[in-house]
């Protein structure tokens, strides 16, 4: 079983810079492959970000491609997402998940309970 938890959430003005954290617990983190999803109110889940389990294959979503960076430390069981330049449309709940795949997984088996972000104009 796998606990994660987000961290680094809050209120940014657009324009700004956010670093989410997510720690993992209950197994080898090196073990599993990471992910980002995001939720805004009446809207379906988006994926945003994914990395394999050194850091050898990462993707991002197209709504965040090419001002955000997803990266991970094995030895603090923490993956990160970074956002730049942040936009109102990024306002959301963002999800970490977790998966037990060698590389960039299809399906997660693992999610974080959530951690809001919300970009002001």
């Known amino acids: 079983q796998v606990q994660l938890v987000e961290s680094g959430g809050g209120l940014v003005q657009a324009g700004g810079s956010l670093r989410l954290s997510c720690s993992a617990s209950?197994?080898?983190?090196?073990?599993?492959?990471m992910g980002w999803f995001r939720q805004a109110p009446g809207k379906e889940r988006e994926f945003v970000a994914a990395i394999s389990r050194i850091s050898t294959r990462i993707v991002y979503g197209d709504s965040v491609q090419g001002r955000s960076t997803i990266s991970r430390d094995n030895a603090k069981n923490t993956v990160y997402l970074q956002i730049n330049s942040l936009k109102p449309e990024d306002t959301a709940v963002y999800y970490c998940?977790?998966?037990?795949?060698?590389?960039?997984?299809?399906?997660?088996?693992?999610w974080g309970q959530g951690t809001q972000v919300t970009v002001s104009s």
């Open positions: 998940a977790a998966a037990n795949s060698v590389y960039l997984p299809s399906e997660y088996n693992y």
């Open positions: 209950g197994r080898t983190f090196s073990s599993l492959a």
